[in-house]
Every structure is written in C-alpha cells, then in structure tokens.
C-alpha cells in the first residue's frame, strides 16, 4: 500500500463531526438500494450531466433519476434552456427569485449561474431537498414546479409530478448488495477513525486491503491479504457499472501493480484506510476509470462473492 497524495479528495470524516455521526451518513447510504442507468437514461442525458445528477442527488439523499427526470422535463437536459414565458433560466429552469435562494457555486469558480449545469444541478438538489423530495416525491416537484406561484398552479401540477417521476422510473433499475457485501460495509463503517498501520489488520490499526480482508471475514467470507491479491481474486466489474455498498475499488499504477484498495460505499465515496498518520476514512472514488487519485490511477472495480 503507497501512501497517496494529500490531496486525495472526499475527507468527511475531518473536523468535530463525531464518529458515530459520519457512520450514520454511511449507513443511510448502505440502506438505500444502487440505481443503475437504463439504456433510455444513458441515451438522453449527456455524460457531464449523468455525474452531475449522480453527485447533487446526495445532497439530501435522494434518488438521481428524479433530478435527471427534471433536467429532462425542463430544459431536455439542458438542449432547450432558454428562458421560460415565467422568466425561469436554464438546464433546471429556476426564477430569478428563486435562484436567488437557492443559487450554489457548483464548480467553484466565483459565479452562481442558472445557466450552468455544474451549478444549477446541485442547487435544484437542495431546493427539492428543502422541499421534501426524500419523503414525498409528488408534492415536492408540485412545489418545485410552482415556485412563487398560487394555489392554482398546485392543482396544474399535479400532471408535472407524474410525467417527472415517470421518466425517472424509465431512467434507472434499483439492484441491492448482497447480505455479505451489506455487512462487510457495516463493519468497515465501525473502524472509521482506526488509526493507519502498514500491514495492520485488525481494530488496533488497518492498512488498506487489512480493512477489507477484516471487514469481509467478519461477514463471513474470506479475501485474500494484499491490494494485489484481492483484485486478482474477485470478480472484476465493466468500467462505468454502477457500484454497489460492498464492491472493491483499486488504484495503482496497473493490473500487475495494485497498491490501494477501498470498500465502495454505493454513493460515489469509498471507506479505506489510506495512509499513515491518517485514520479510516471516507474518500470519493473517481468518476471514471483510469482517472488520476493522488499519485496512482483508478483501475476499477470489483465484485466479491461467496466463490471468491
């Protein structure tokens, strides 16, 4: 295991946010079944868009078909983004009241603009989120269709409501991890603070692939020791899959060179045990295959199972 770059992004576990609390956030992320793009939402919306939807739909969480299906209903995803007779702008169509509210500097570059995808994505993840999508998806579109408006437009939308989740429910298949995958996940989320230990496998310290071998052996399935080990061992997943809570995620400088592994959380973020002096935490996984992470490169992914 190398040690990677400081700049390995997706630290949450920092600051005064408790243990017991940053477990919590993984579990809700354990609990909710992995969406996987249908043909119908890879053919419709644009590649940027998919990981921008992705991304922002952890905001509350919620599922990120139903912001897709809103990017589609809207602006068909950002193709038809003019401004609206309502004065509504861009891919997510918001009112400058609205934005004004609810605006977010997505890609960090100084500006809030409805126009672009990379902020106006994850601020119509916060306004739905705000508006109760986790719990009442109707009424939330409803409401985020209205925006301003009177009672009147809450009864008109009803329709709205119906044809957006429609088309979320055309853009995604739900799949669950396994009970092993489940709580093997589990038991890494107990080690979160664990300090690094080179070759450590147990609670008094873990290095990487020892946090993956301890957490599946407790789920009863037996892994190889090593980074390398584990990713010849189990079953390799296509670039682009939709991970799921329980997959193995790699990184090194090749197949024959693997030096880095995490437990993929199913939410766009791994727990691992990166370096020394760093403890057990979460990280995000790259978006693609064969992207950079520190100082090595995402080779991908991994399916452990019973025949492992």
């Known amino acids: 295991m190398s040690a990677l770059a400081a700049k390995a992004i997706g630290v949450l576990a920092a600051g005064a946010v408790s243990t017991a609390g940053i477990a919590a956030v993984g579990l809700q992320a354990l609990a909710s079944p992995t969406i996987t793009a249908t043909p119908t939402a890879t053919s419709q919306i644009p590649a940027a868009y998919l990981s921008l939807y992705q991304a922002a739909a952890q905001r509350c969480p919620m599922p990120w078909t139903i912001l897709a299906a809103v990017g589609q209903e809207e602006s068909d995803q950002g193709r038809d983004a003019g401004v609206s007779s309502a004065g509504a702008i861009g891919p997510m169509q918001f009112e400058p009241a609205t934005w004004a509210r609810w605006g977010v500097d ?150 024959k060179a693997v030096e880095h592994v995490g437990i993929a959380l199913g939410d766009g973020r791994m727990i691992d045990a990166p370096h020394n002096p760093a403890d057990v935490r979460y990280d995000e996984i790259p978006a693609t295959v064969g992207a950079s992470y520190g100082d090595e490169t995402y080779l991908g992914a991994t399916r452990p199972t019973a025949t492992a």
């Open 106 to 255: 997505g890609d960090g570059d100084g500006k809030k603009d409805p126009r672009n995808p990379a902020d106006a994505i994850p601020a119509a993840a916060d306004y739905l989120c705000a508006l109760g999508v986790a719990k009442n998806p109707h009424n939330a579109l409803v409401a985020y269709n209205c925006g301003n408006s009177g009672p009147a437009c809450q009864t008109a939308s009803a329709g709205y409501a119906a044809t957006v989740l429609a088309i979320a429910a055309s853009y995604g298949t739900t799949t669950t991890a396994s009970p092993v995958a489940q709580q093997a996940v589990r038991v890494a989320l107990a080690q979160l603070g664990t300090p690094y230990v080179w070759g450590g496998e147990s609670t008094a310290g873990f290095d990487c692939s020892g946090l993956v071998q301890f957490s599946y052996a407790k789920a009863g399935l037996a892994l190889p020791r090593t980074a390398q080990e584990q990713y010849d061992a189990t079953a390799h997943l296509p670039a682009g899959v939709e991970l799921e809570p329980g997959d193995l995620v790699f990184f090194g400088a090749g197949k």
